[in-house]
């Protein structure tokens, strides 16, 4: 057995699939069925409380789509499971030859939206659902959560610090991006500062404090190695003491020409302390000190921080946005919409299964906007059809090769704020928000009642 | 930027922390503080419902301390952060020399008892916070919410499914690894199957099915390619049609000297559905055929589906299981328990904090049984008392090196059996269970009212 170790991580992720997906394609190599089909990949519906989603993860999908491949290890591993030597032979050689829309990053989208639609010989349509599905499903989750606690945050800048409890290595990395994307100011990971140009933020733990005999000394002793930029902890043995000690030692650093950036606030009644605090540090002429917060946070309690008119400048949210706390999942699926007939035409495919009804044939979506540029309503509407208003997919791969330069983290992240302040309150609020109207064109509805009627009688 | 993409996995996981570790660190470097300190990793609650946790997450905390190592893009990095040069030479040498102590993988574990105890020269033992925890909390939750599903399922097989919407790529590895030791029979996930050697399962998508005119030329389509081990998923258009064109499919296989595994349902009202489909199926002599339920599955789902009288022989458990979707995080924390002074004694240190006490001293976990080899209580006490029972933690690291041969996985998933099997009934209630004694030893609560009495004066 050779263990998955964390640093040995396979160079392509062709094999990071479920085995359902090799076993339906080695059928279709049996059976002869490389006609064309699409698939959309999609949410079906919004998380409780939750208004619309932001998307994120096009540009992990467009790699893995780029760099599939079998190498020798996986194809010996694949002949030991019984795939026949015909199929074998068949993912030697396979690479993605297909066409691919999707929404930029940083989009806002609804249910049923198409956020991925992906054109290609059935056999490799289907073989790529598990990964895309994978990485959309964290990052949008995340993009999404992380837009709400910023927006909860009302301009106050948030910080991403939930490292230690985000699900694994690649969760740690893509939570920050995401979030980054959705509006924060940076991560605590450095793993990711480094790798995506985050900015990376971080102050002291309660070990620290403790390892000293005096808080106060643990103060000095930090500040020594950061006069400028220092935040200290102050909720160790007692909020208000640690103030005092804080102020002690700014007041130091002033005469030595330095200044103390802020304390940070970790537990208790965050509201009551932070009022104490921001009293205490101004009355000793403090003012320019910030008041960062930590400790279980999420769009709901910051929301109800600000509301009871906390003195906090900043917040660090960890686990609960990490995780995606209270809806650590969104409801994305890759479903099949049209295939070839043995005729060569395309026929548009529905399923119509209790509380599972998808919608048929090539789709595309176009945003309606009043003349302030506000979002009004979307229509899902077929891909041959011409609606007045831009298209939110665009072609990201032909014939397997991307055609899309992948933008910026910087790019995504002004596309994501822009989406957002172009998206109404109403639709934004944190808990019951309203429903955005997301309608079919006359086309698409006509056909999927087609459709409906021919399954109905089948 | 260098983009963070998936398959461009840092050889190391050095920097995958939270900043504040390395502010901290750099703080003790200019403050000349290199003397041991010991941490303990431990949980501080159990979530809702759970009555124990199963440890997991060991070996790939151990080849990370193992393996810390900066390299010169990790430095650059670092420089540019603002970090001094003394730092950077110190990180340049860096390497982890201290102990570990821990329980082995698979362990049944309680609240406050150390999972993992480092004693290290400050600076280094901090340093490892943040991947010791979040390997911990990832593996340590899939394990104690996996071995709950699995108990649930009443000896019948569960498989992990939830590749899909697991946190990423390291969650889906680590997620198959966990549930496996937890006492799943495998997961979906191909690649975790070829690193860890895991057994792989894997039918159908419904649009393998909608990709043929009919169900039946889609069922003969597939058992064509694995004439003796398809499950038919029959639930796209109608269940009971679908069993009825599974059966006939069966029976052609029959007449060819093969055998069809089973079918498999996804959706509907799972008990009814499968009394209705096994009684179809034994009324065609097809009483060998398995009856596979997947679909939103949890402990409490299939808790409530067998008691009433549902007729599933095996279940594929996905996004409510690989996202411990009732509580995405466990309260694992790494806390400073002791540190030595000035003039070389250890003195053990507590943290009084609000509900977020901590117990004092380098410390070790023993277990007691009962005749019958049941666990009856557990008592945390100091390490240099000697219980008379079996201690939990053991070394697996002295001076930086291992001292402990890595179990293979099959190892670590009977430990957890024995582990399992040994606790009594009250303890793994699926809701509201017992809590499980755990007592401090004399020595450690004098030493813990002793502190208590000093922070109170202080």
Redesign the interface.
Known sequence: ???????Q?????S??????????C???L??N?FQP?T?DLFVRRLPENRGYLLFAGL??AL??LE?IEFTG??LA??RK??F?QNFIKYLEDFEFTGDVWAMPEGTIAFPCEPLIRVTAP?IEA?LV??FL???V??QTMIATKASRVVQAARGKPVVE?G?????????????A?ASYIAGCQGT??????????IP?????????V??FENEVDAFR??V???PD?STLLI???NDLAGAENAAVVAKELEAKGHKLGGVRLD??DLTEISKKVRQLLNERGLNHMSIFASGDLDEYKIQELLNKGSKIDAFGVG?RMG???D???VD?IY??CE?QNPNGEFAP?M??????VTLPGRKQVYRYEDKEGSYVKDVIALADERLDQEPLLIQVMEDGKRTYE?P??NEVRSKAKENLSRLPEQYKKLTDPQVYPVELSKMLEDLANKLTQK?MN?
Chains 1, 2 share one sequence.
Not at 188 to 197: C, F, I, K, T
Not at 200 to 208: D, E, I, L, P, Q
Request: proline residues 2%; negative net charge; without cysteine.
């Open positions: 057995m050779t263990p998955f170790l964390d640093e991580k396979p160079t392509n992720m094999m990071f699939t479920d085995l359902y997906e090799l076993t339906m080695a059928s279709y049996d059976n069925m089909a698939f540009e992990q790699h893995y760099n290890e996986h591993y694949l499971q019984g026949s059935i289907q659902e598990t599905l994978n990485t499903n964290l610090f490292l230690r409890r985000e699900h694994g290595i690649d969760a740690g990395m893509k939570v991006r605590s990971n450095v793993l990711a500062g480094m790798e995506h140009d990376v933020f971080g102050t002291m733990a309660h070990s620290f403790m390892a002793a930090f020594k190695t950061f930029k909720d160790t043995y537990s208790g686990t995780t995606s706390s809806r650590p999942y994305v479903k099949l295939t495919i399923k119509l299964s209790e509380g599972k992948i910026t983290l399954l089948h």
